[in-house]
């Protein structure tokens, strides 16, 4: 790894809050090796890509908080007009992989926010209101069934019985979403759950979900099939060529029945949520690629104010560093 490279990893481990000697113990070290080798099987080595979520497009914008998000929280993020950085991705680990491939999907969005003092906050969601396991042990066999799952594998395969003893996994692949018209015609949920503090102390638990503002659209079969392998990409581009793309930001608010510790578990629409703004994405980043390459959206990165509380969210860490290291030198 390049001197640029050490110095961007090292302020993504401590932006993450995991300290040098934190990310080297055993545990939560090996999980994420392992996690990232398992994805490497399933979806093939890319050197320079990531490790999932691996085809995207980066673009700019600016995030306006609504007058409600003091309601719930302090952070910084949520108190004041601030630039960010959009990332909306295919689900894969092949950065080639065609944008109507079942395996690309869920979609999604990462938020990077920009804060003053040089400091950030991100958001990571995905198009699935939900998650395939409630734990991290789970997901590591859960691709490793994935893997083991491929073309030749002999009926029922790892992947059928892993789906017959965890019915969220069979629900993850077999109901997504068709393709969407659009990157921004679909919406996006941050399945792990985070304890928001507001000024005077109260706490809320909640989940983050992303509405676009143009509605949810999809394409039909004859629309899907036909479709460029890189539509989404190129729609996209279009759509900001004749103006802004505006999603609002929302938190859907824990019950006190709700599990706030699996994410395998998307909590029902009846439950309460307070808009946290508006996203504005007005254009494109400037040399895509090489940013792609660059830029790490971590889910432990949270200003004061917001908190993890669901334990998978260190460990989902974990893995983008391993991951954002590996790709920094090429692997």
């Given at each position: ?188 949920y941050g399945v792990n759950t985070f304890k928001f503090t ?5 706490v809320t638990y909640g989940r983050y979900q992303i509405r ?120």
């Amino acid at each position: 790894m390049n001197l640029i490279g050490r110095i961007l990893i090292a302020s993504a481990v401590a932006s993450a809050g995991l300290s040098a000697q934190g990310l080297a113990a055993p545990t939560a070290q090996q999980k994420a090796v392992e996690q990232v080798d398992a994805l490497n099987k399933a979806f093939g080595a890319h050197p320079g890509a990531r490790a999932l979520y691996a085809k995207g497009f980066l673009m700019q914008g600016i995030f306006s908080p609504s007058p409600n998000a003091a309601s719930v929280t302090k952070a910084k993020n949520f108190s004041a007009p601030l630039q960010i950085v959009v990332r909306f991705s295919d689900f894969s680990g092949d950065p080639k992989i065609a944008d109507t491939d079942p395996m690309a999907s869920p979609h999604g969005m990462a938020i990077k926010f920009y804060l003053p003092n040089d400091t950030e906050a991100d958001i990571v969601a995905s198009s699935y209101n939900g998650f395939p396991v409630a734990t991290s042990d789970e997901f590591l066999a859960f691709i490793n069934a994935l893997a083991a799952s491929g073309a030749g594998a002999g009926k029922p395969t790892a992947l059928d019985k892993f789906e017959a003893d965890h019915s969220a996994a069979a629900a993850f692949l077999q109901k997504q979403n068709p393709p969407p018209q659009s990157f921004a015609t679909e919406s996006y949920y941050g399945v792990n759950t985070f304890k928001f503090t507001n000024a005077q102390g109260q706490v809320t638990y909640g989940r983050y979900q992303i509405r676009p503002v143009a509605g949810e659209h999809f394409l039909g079969k004859d629309e899907a099939a036909k479709a460029d392998p890189d539509y989404l990409t190129k729609e996209i581009k279009a759509r900001l060529g004749k103006g802004p793309i505006f999603f609002k930001l929302f938190l859907q608010v824990a019950d006190k029945s709700d599990d706030i510790a699996n994410p395998s578990i998307a909590w029902p629409d009846t439950r309460k949520t307070i808009e946290l703004g508006t996203i504005e994405i007005g254009k494109a980043m400037d040399d895509n690629a090489i940013a792609q390459r660059e830029i790490v959206f971590l889910p432990t990165v949270t200003p004061d104010g917001i908190d993890p509380a669901d334990p998978m969210i260190e460990d989902r860490a974990h893995a983008y560093v391993e991951s954002y290291s590996r790709r920094s030198q090429g692997q």
